[in-house]
Structures are given as C-alpha cells and as structure tokens.
C-alpha cells in the first residue's frame, strides 16, 4: 500500500518513475492499447462502451467501503480471471460480450491494474510523464495523395488524424488497422454513405467514392467506436 501511495506521489510530481514496483507510465500505456477499446476510463482518455465504465465502477466500490489499494487487487483479479461464463442480455436472449482472459500478464498486468486504481475517477488530469503515455489522441489533418487518402488506425478507439482534405472527385480511403481490435473506414454526409471492410491485425480497410465539394465525416461504423472518438472531419474542396 506504501509503495503505491509513493509511486502515486511520484507520478504527480512528473519525476522519473522507477522500474521496480508499479509502473503506472507502463500500465497507463497498456490499458490505452489493451482495454480502452472496451471500457471508460477518462483520465487515460477511453471511452469504449463494451465493458463496465471503470470510473463508476470504482466510486460503486468505493461506496462499499473498499480502499484503491483493494481496488488494485480487484482489477489485477479481473485481468487474470475474467467472468468467464458467458451470460445473457435479459432483453435480447444474445449472450453479452465477455472479456479475454490475460490481455496483459505478468508485471505488465500489475502495471495496468495499479493505473487503473491510481486513475479511476481521480479528478484533474494525469501530469508529467504520466499524461505522455498511452498516447493516442488523434492529431492533424490527413492529405490526398495521388487520389488516396491515408487515415490509419491509431491507439485505442481512435484514428492517427483528427481531420481529412482531399480535392473533389475520385477518392480512395484506406485505413490500416495494426490493432487485434476490428475497425474499417467509413465516410457520409452529403448522400454519400459508405463503409469499408471491417478489418484487425494489420489488415487495411478501404472504400471508391467520388465527392463533390462539401463537409463530410470519416468515421469507424463498429457498433460504438463512432461514439467513442473513431470520427473525424472531411473537407473537400
Ligand atoms: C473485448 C472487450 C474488453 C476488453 C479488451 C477488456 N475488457 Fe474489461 N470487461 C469487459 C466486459 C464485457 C466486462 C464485464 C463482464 C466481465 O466481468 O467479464 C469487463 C469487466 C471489467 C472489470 C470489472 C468492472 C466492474 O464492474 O467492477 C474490470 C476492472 C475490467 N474489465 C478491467 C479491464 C482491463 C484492465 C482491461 C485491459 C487489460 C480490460 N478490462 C479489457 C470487456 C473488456
Ligand atoms: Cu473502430
């Protein structure tokens, strides 16, 4: 509990943070590759909607009277052993969906379950090198090519680009998917409505439009990943 607190002290004050012991630079990165795709955590900047969102179900914990250093363990529990039986939405009869056992294993899952303890539902934001990892929020503006535009997939539920430009006509849209998460590319606004092959692990999604001048909006039509961020703004002119 003593070295938690301390490395939590550390991490706010933006100083090196030491290898041994939790990492939480290391469990910040991972928990935004590994499990914001999946669940809400606002200080790691994951707004997935397929698992519970971690920053409630922290302040329902912490509401039954358990510490961030029990919550740790909690998390840790939850890395290794999931709820593995599947169960049913009540409403529809469809099982819901279920989280993989050991996404992160070893340190690595003790890093993930220390930041998620550290991070949940704490007001303000992460600072120092802390507010570094994970990366993955979408920066700049992709540019045609040639007739293609280039709109990767980035880390966690997000594209590298937050923005797009490309000169009015043929367009080609390619989106290369390095995550085990699915994605694809998808584009609408002014009657156009097209989606590209949902795509994972290095695979590229692509879609043929012609555009006339106009706004349009790049987004990723898996269910929930254009509510989470996976959209940005197409201009063309
Ligand atoms: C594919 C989606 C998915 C991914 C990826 C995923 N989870 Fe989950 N998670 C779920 C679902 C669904 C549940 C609820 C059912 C269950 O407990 O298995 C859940 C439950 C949890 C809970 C329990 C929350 C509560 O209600 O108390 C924690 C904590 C958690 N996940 C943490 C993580 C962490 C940390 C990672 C990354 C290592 C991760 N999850 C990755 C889907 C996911
Ligand atoms: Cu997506």
Not at 160 to 176: C, M, N, R, Y
Not at 181 to 210: C, F, L, M, P, Q
Not at 215 to 229: I, L, N, P
Request: aromatic share 4%.
């Amino acid at each position: 509990m003593l070295l938690l607190a301390g490395v939590a002290v550390v991490a706010l004050t933006g100083c090196e943070l030491k290898d041994d012991g939790d990492n939480l630079v290391n469990g910040k990165a991972l928990f935004v590759e590994d499990c914001s795709q999946c669940h809400t955590l606002a200080r790691a900047g994951a707004q997935g909607v397929v698992g519970p969102n971690l920053d409630e179900a922290w302040q329902r914990s912490e509401k039954d009277g358990l510490g961030r250093s029990t919550y740790e363990g909690v998390v840790h529990r939850q890395i290794l052993q999931p709820n593995r039986g599947a169960q049913n939405d009540p409403e529809t009869g469809k099982p819901l969906p279920v989280m993989p056992a050991n996404i992160v294993t070893g340190e690595d899952a003790q890093d993930v379950a220390a930041y998620v303890a550290f991070a949940a539902a704490r007001p303000g934001d992460d600072q120092g090198r802390l507010a570094d990892a994970g990366g993955g929020k979408p920066e700049g503006t992709a540019e045609a090519k040639g007739g293609t535009l280039s709109i990767p997939v980035g880390v966690g539920l997000a594209y590298k680009f937050a923005d797009a430009e490309a000169p009015a006509g043929q367009l080609t849209i390619e989106s290369v998917n390095d995550q085990p998460t699915e994605h694809n590319i998808a584009v609408d606004g002014g009657g156009v409505d097209e989606k590209g092959d949902v795509v994972t692990d290095g695979g590229t999604s692509s879609i043929d439009v012609d555009l006339k001048p106009g706004e349009y909006s790049f987004y990723c039509s898996v269910d929930g990943h254009r509510a989470a961020g996976m959209e940005g703004k197409l201009t063309v002119k």
